[in-house]
């Protein structure tokens, strides 16, 4: 009896023993993403998360043999929460990797946790040039706003644009967006009547265009994060602006393909540069767009979601080259150097700037298939962020 029992105990012991070595290897590669899931940027985080479950759809959940778990937290877009959240998913759901970040100012909170804990953070959303100079351990999949602002400065004293007054939310993507359309604008021989800021948090858009209206410039150039656009194009609109002889321009988050479909005729003719468009034509982002409004009620991807689809890609692409194993400084070197070809075209992980270098594309929205799109008739190759400072 003794005997029997010490035997079962040794048995279970050793199996115990198997049994937690095995558990140990195939622990989840865990990713934490935090997006804005609510709140003013609520669009944003349902289009990357749409995004990453369409990749994991694709490509399974399962990476070099090991299991891979998308931990979702909202945010709201409140910095605050960003950073606590983050600081959870580190020490309690021990994530291999942090990634979303709907706002540059949840970035900006997450950079210290991510040096801190080694953990790679992999930005999909947020374009404020400095985010990578944060920390040594951001890897971006998103875009900038200084990249996509100078094609645009150059496009319109070209054509007919020679003033402008510039608008835009006050705060990082939108400092850059003024400072890099404005510098090269002014270097291109143009004139900017004004530069007005107006509040991320709840806009009221019209006591701005009622100033741009007495300024009378050839043009507004815009930026308003993603999810705003339409309120500024309906204002525009109601305002009389088009009416009164001043063009608008903007980066692609005002014409946003998440809003564009319902923004209405006002809409028609404006010319926006941007790194990504749903009607941007190749067999990928075809596929993608496709895949991408089975999957969602018909919704139809925007250039966050194409931030997201990536951002799962260079996230999978590393741990592939890990084997499985993972481990923050050789996921982060993983990541560094990728290239392939993303729905918006071809794109490179700058290995010494860890920030994404792609085309930029000069578009005009105009009617096909009965919808608005962004369609493109320019492009510039392979651009770098003109925003770094080293
Ligand atoms: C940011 C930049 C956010 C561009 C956006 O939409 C956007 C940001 C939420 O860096 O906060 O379209």
Same mark, same amino acid.
């Given at each position: 009896?003794?005997?029997?029992?010490?035997?079962?105990?040794?048995?279970?012991?050793?199996?115990?023993?198997?049994?937690?070595?095995?558990?140990?290897?195939?622990?989840?590669?865990?990713?934490?993403?935090?997006?804005?899931?609510?709140?003013?940027?609520?669009?944003?985080?349902?289009?990357?998360?749409?995004?990453?479950?369409?990749?994991?759809?694709?490509?399974?959940?399962?990476?070099?043999?090991?299991?891979?778990?998308?931990?979702?937290?909202?945010?709201?877009?409140?910095?605050?929460?960003?950073?606590?959240?983050?600081?959870?998913?580190?020490?309690?759901?021990?994530?291999?990797?942090?990634?979303?970040?709907?706002?540059?100012?949840?970035? &900006?909170?997450?950079?210290?946790?991510?040096?801190?804990?080694?953990?790679?953070?992999?930005?999909?959303?947020?374009?404020?040039?400095?985010?990578?100079?944060?920390?040594?351990?951001?890897?971006?999949?998103?875009?900038?706003?200084?990249? @996509?602002?100078?094609?645009?400065?150059?496009?319109?004293?070209?054509?007919?644009?020679?003033?402008?007054?510039?608008?835009?939310?006050?705060?990082?993507?939108?400092?850059?967006?003024?400072?890099?359309?404005?510098?090269?604008?002014?270097?291109?021989?143009?004139?900017?009547?004004?530069?007005?800021? @107006?509040?991320?948090?709840?806009?009221?858009?019209?006591?701005?265009?009622?100033? @741009?209206?007495?300024? =009378?410039?050839?043009?507004?150039?815009?930026?308003?994060?993603?999810?705003?656009?339409?309120?500024?194009?309906?204002?525009?609109?109601?305002?009389?602006?088009? =009416?009164?002889?001043?063009?608008?321009?903007?980066?692609?988050?005002?014409?946003?393909?998440?809003?564009?479909?319902? &923004?209405?005729?006002?809409?028609?003719?404006?010319?926006?540069?941007?790194?990504?468009?749903?009607?941007?034509?190749?067999?990928?982002?075809?596929?993608?767009?496709?895949?991408?409004? =089975?999957?969602?009620?018909?919704?139809?991807?925007?250039?966050?979601?194409?931030?997201?689809?990536?951002?799962?890609?260079?996230?999978?692409?590393?741990?592939?080259?890990?084997?499985?194993?993972?481990?923050?400084?050789?996921?982060?070197?993983?990541?560094?150097?990728?290239?392939?070809?993303?729905?918006?075209?071809?794109?490179?992980?700058?290995?010494?700037?860890?920030?994404?270098?792609?085309?930029?594309?000069?578009?005009?929205?105009?009617?096909?298939?009965?919808?608005?799109?962004?369609?493109?008739?320019?492009?510039?190759?392979?651009?770098?962020?003109?925003? =770094?400072?080293?």
């Amino acid at each position: 009896m003794h005997k029997r029992t010490l035997i079962q105990a040794a048995a279970c012991a050793a199996l115990l023993a198997a049994g937690g070595a095995a558990f140990a290897q195939q622990a989840p590669f865990k990713i934490g993403l935090i997006l804005p899931m609510t709140g003013q940027q609520a669009t944003t985080g349902r289009q990357i998360e749409a995004a990453a479950r369409l990749w994991i759809a694709q490509n399974g959940d399962t990476v070099a043999g090991r299991k891979v778990e998308l931990v979702l937290k909202d945010d709201a877009s409140v910095p605050d929460q960003t950073r606590r959240l983050a600081q959870e998913l580190v020490v309690n759901d021990k994530v291999d990797v942090l990634a979303g970040m709907g706002i540059t100012p949840s970035a &900006m909170a997450v950079a210290p946790i991510a040096t801190q804990s080694r953990t790679p953070l992999v930005v999909m959303a947020a374009a404020t040039s400095s985010i990578t100079e944060a920390s040594p351990w951001i890897v971006r999949t998103s875009f900038t706003l200084p990249q @996509v602002s100078v094609a645009l400065a150059d496009w319109a004293p070209k054509n007919n644009i020679k003033s402008v007054v510039t608008l835009v939310s006050d705060y990082g993507p939108g400092i850059d967006a003024e400072r890099f359309f404005s510098e090269r604008f002014l270097f291109n021989g143009g004139k900017v009547a004004d530069k007005l800021r @107006v509040p991320l948090r709840s806009p009221d858009f019209a006591p701005f265009l009622q100033k @741009v209206r007495d300024l =009378k410039p050839d043009a507004l150039f815009v930026f308003v994060p993603s999810g705003a656009g339409a309120a500024v194009m309906k204002q525009f609109g109601e305002r009389g602006m088009d =009416k009164a002889g001043i063009r608008l321009i903007a980066t692609g988050d005002v014409t946003d393909d998440d809003q564009l479909a319902d &923004m209405g005729d006002v809409a028609l003719g404006v010319v926006t540069s941007h790194h990504y468009s749903a009607a941007h034509p190749s067999a990928a982002n075809k596929k993608f767009v496709e895949a991408f409004q =089975k999957a969602n009620k018909n919704l139809r991807p925007n250039f966050m979601a194409v931030g997201g689809y990536d951002g799962m890609r260079v996230i999978y692409e590393s741990l592939k080259k890990t084997g499985g194993k993972g481990g923050g400084q050789a996921l982060l070197d993983g990541m560094k150097g990728q290239i392939f070809e993303s729905p918006r075209g071809p794109v490179f992980i700058d290995a010494q700037t860890r920030d994404i270098v792609q085309n930029v594309y000069l578009r005009k929205v105009e009617r096909k298939d009965g919808q608005l799109y962004n369609v493109e008739f320019d492009v510039l190759k392979d651009v770098k962020d003109p925003g =770094k400072t080293k």
